[in-house]
């Protein structure tokens, strides 16, 4: 089994920042690419951002410029840095890791969220 647990949420004002982080626990052998997807009350899932195991990048464009994603693989750990965030980055924030197992099989897990809200 695989565990996804995110951290860091809150309530913040506009402008200001949050770093959410998501730790993986179980029978891992390795993690693949890592990711954070977000969904607003009366919204489909979105992707926020996603990290390969080597490092490489891609950000949905909403978000380019003001978050950064990154990944610990020593501690299994992804990252998200949103800095000037906006009341339209609220959102429940969901971390994604694609884990091989210790069984070499390549489950596809999901946390249960974290939730961000960003007024004034």
């Known amino acids: 089994q695989v565990q996804l647990v995110e951290s860091g949420g809150g309530l913040v004002q506009p402008g200001g920042s949050l770093r959410l982080s998501c730790v993986v626990s179980g029978s891992i052998f390795s993690i693949n690419d890592m990711g954070w997807y977000r969904q607003a009350p009366g919204k489909q899932r979105e992707l926020v951002a996603t990290i390969t195991s080597g490092g490489s990048t891609k950000y949905a464009d909403s978000v380019k410029g003001r978050f950064t994603i990154s990944r610990n693989n020593a501690n299994n750990t992804v990252y998200l840095q949103m800095n000037s965030l906006k009341p339209e980055d609220t959102a429940v924030y969901l971390c994604?890791?694609?884990?091989?197992?210790?069984?070499?099989?390549?489950?596809?897990?999901w946390g249960r969220g974290t939730q961000v809200t960003v007024s004034s």
């Open positions: 994604n890791a694609d884990v091989v197992t210790i069984v070499r099989v390549i489950v596809s897990s």
